[in-house]
């Protein structure tokens, strides 16, 4: 039978719940973390592989599975298997004589259970707990099988996505192909330059050279009165021809020896060992309405960290922030003119330099950012950098006809604000459509952010000190103003939907509804003159850039 149970050993303050039977055994101490039923045995870490060892069909429970040991009932206490007798009404909860030498040995207030439990069988919370535990075990049951449904679409989206990676690798495959195509037709428009040269020399020389035996075989018949005449002449044409047929040769010798040979595009491999994967797998979330749950933040703590390197010549402007996955964050720095990333603890481990002024960047999926880099009447690109093993490279570029203030992304379209037109384009640079224009002869639009579901794109006004939020397709839905938004300049918005704009005169960020028509709270005041902002969801904490060599992280609660 099972030995073990509750004990407290004189002489020592150790207290074992249960101790291990085959420890025991042996006159030893030892707590047991694991019950088997078939041989009724309590085992501790060390004697539980052995008996593995030797009974590998033996079903055991752990402590966390401690209702299925032995002697679990009602009126034991889980934890250490004795009788439950009294309750702590400090802590709200079910105590044994274990709990209460280990736990509640200072607490104020602690009652005998029969007297608590006197006439508790005739109450209405009693008479109700069978329905509602009907209830309960229902609400399991569907989620159940909500869950069940959710892996089979699960697999689902899984062969589907299989098929999209395989599909785009066949679309890599031609054009792959195409390029290889391309450069074996021009690889033979070469060969056929550099053959027909060849036959034309060969042609040449095979014609001096009848020409020439045929003179000398002719100068060898001369017969007659006119043989001397004759042969003079012969031997005049046949100098003549030696010296046309020797400049011939000499020019053909000098020439230098014509080859092939073939220098890759060093470009198209560095891109391809640039890469990770041929795209991002990314968890996609959606939210009922019944859950989607708003959270109206406030400020717990704040800290400033330098993002200050001695390459800056002078104080730095952060006028755009980004996280990645892994917990890096990618900042630029507009004055100048580089992207820098920090660590964990927001610590300089890289930076990118830029050949013109970054004025804003976004985050596209997996370590990639993109930076819209601009140089008033010169340049206007958007380039894209992605973080490998601890250092920035750059990937790609595109340009566009006008300057850029703010850029954002979603789900491979992006979103890009001139001074009074918002427009969308692809991942790649095609410009699709223009969605919203502010009608002003003033530089209105100062930042712009999408919704998770991409049903709302939010844009600032900072001339008008507003917040504006469109639908999709550009219109306007509901416009936000408020005595503390000041210019308001940069703004964000969460992977859950909580939105964050920052008022640029007025030195806070507010967090508004996710229809950005009223405020929730002033979740940071006396910043510095907020340029750029980020809501990490990881660590629940607003970072914060401006004109200064110090980012502002606010942690949130």
């Given at each position: 039978m099972a030995s073990g149970g509750s004990s407290i050993y004189k002489g020592s303050d150790l207290i074992r719940d249960y101790n291990c039977s085959k420890c025991e055994e042996d006159d030893l101490n030892t707590e047991a973390q694991h019950f088997c039923p078939q041989c009724e045995h309590y085992l501790c870490d060390k004697c539980v592989g052995?008996?593995?060892?030797?009974?590998?069909?033996?079903?055991?429970?752990?402590?966390?599975?401690i209702q299925m040991w032995s002697g679990f009932s009602l009126d034991k206490c889980d934890q250490h298997g004795d009788k439950l007798n009294v309750h702590c009404d400090d802590h709200k909860e079910l105590c044994c004589s274990v709990c209460v030498a280990l736990n509640h040995r200072l607490c104020s207030s602690i009652s005998h259970l029969p007297d608590m439990a006197r006439g508790f069988l005739k109450t209405k919370e009693f008479?109700?707990?069978?329905?509602?535990?009907?209830?309960?075990?229902?609400?399991?049951?569907?989620?159940?099988?909500?869950r069940m449904k959710d892996?089979?679409?699960?697999?689902?989206?899984?062969?589907?996505?299989?098929?999209?990676?395989?599909?785009?690798?066949?679309?890599?495959?031609?054009?792959?192909?195409?390029?290889?195509?391309?450069?074996?037709?021009?690889l033979d428009s070469l060969r056929k330059d550099l053959d027909?040269?060849?036959?034309?020399?060969?042609?040449?020389?095979?014609?001096?050279n009848d020409q020439l035996k045929t003179m000398v075989d002719k100068l060898q018949q001369i017969t007659g009165k006119l043989k001397e005449t004759n042969s003079y002449i012969g031997f005049i044409k046949c100098q003549t021809m030696l010296s046309k047929t020797n400049s011939m040769v000499q020019n053909i010798q000098k020439r230098p020896k014509e080859g092939m040979k073939f220098k890759s595009d060093e470009s198209v491999?560095?891109?391809?060992?640039?890469?990770?994967?041929?795209?991002?797998?990314?968890?996609?979330?959606?939210?009922?309405?019944?859950?989607?749950?708003?959270?109206?933040?406030?400020?717990?703590?704040q800290s400033r960290f330098s993002v200050q390197i001695k390459k800056d010549g002078i104080q730095c402007n952060i006028s755009g922030i980004c996280e990645l996955p892994s917990g890096e964050v990618v900042i630029c720095d507009f004055i100048n003119n580089r992207v820098k990333l920090l660590n964990q603890q927001y610590k300089i481990i890289d930076h990118n330099d830029l050949p013109a002024s970054p004025w804003h960047m976004c985050y596209i999926s997996g370590n990639e950012v993109a930076v819209a880099v601009n140089d008033y009447n010169v340049l206007y690109e958007v380039h894209f950098l992605t973080m490998?093993?601890?250092?920035?490279?750059?990937?790609?570029?595109?340009?566009?006809?006008y300057h850029i203030s703010y850029i954002a992304h979603h789900q491979g379209q992006l979103y890009v604000c001139?001074?009074?037109?918002?427009?969308?384009?692809?991942?790649?640079?095609?410009?699709?459509?223009?969605?919203?224009?502010?009608?002003?002869?003033?530089?209105?639009?100062?930042?712009?952010?999408?919704?998770?579901?991409?049903?709302?794109?939010?844009?600032?006004k900072s001339s008008d000190h507003e917040l504006v939020t469109l639908d999709k397709v550009g219109q306007v839905l509901y416009t936000f103003e408020d005595p503390e938004l000041q210019t308001p300049t940069a703004l964000c918005v969460s992977p859950s939907g909580h939105v964050f704009v920052c008022g640029f005169d007025s030195r806070i960020v507010l967090q508004v509804d996710r229809e950005g028509r009223q405020k929730l709270a002033t979740v940071v005041t006396g910043t510095v003159y907020p340029e750029s902002v980020w809501f990490s969801e990881a660590t629940s904490s607003l970072i914060v850039g401006g004109r200064d060599n110090n980012i502002i992280v606010v942690k949130l609660c």
């Open positions: 052995v008996h593995g060892v030797y009974f590998k069909k033996h079903t055991v429970y752990g402590r966390r599975e008479k109700q707990l069978p329905a509602a535990v009907d209830q309960m075990r229902s609400m399991l049951d569907e989620l159940r099988n909500a892996r089979a679409s699960l697999r689902d989206s899984y062969k589907n996505l299989i098929a999209e990676i395989k599909d785009l690798r066949k679309e890599i495959n031609k054009i792959l192909d195409e390029l290889e195509k391309n450069t074996v037709e021009q027909q040269s060849s036959k034309d020399d060969l042609d040449t020389c095979a014609h001096m491999t560095q891109f391809l060992r640039n890469l990770n994967n041929l795209g991002n797998v990314e968890i996609e979330l959606s939210m009922s309405k019944t859950t989607d749950t708003v959270h109206v933040y406030k400020t717990e703590s490998t093993r601890g250092q920035l490279q750059a990937v790609r570029k595109f340009t566009t006809d001139t001074e009074n037109v918002l427009y969308r384009y692809t991942i790649d640079g095609q410009m699709k459509n223009k969605i919203y224009d502010s009608k002003s002869y003033l530089n209105t639009l100062s930042s712009c952010a999408v919704s998770p579901d991409g049903e709302r794109i939010y844009v600032t």
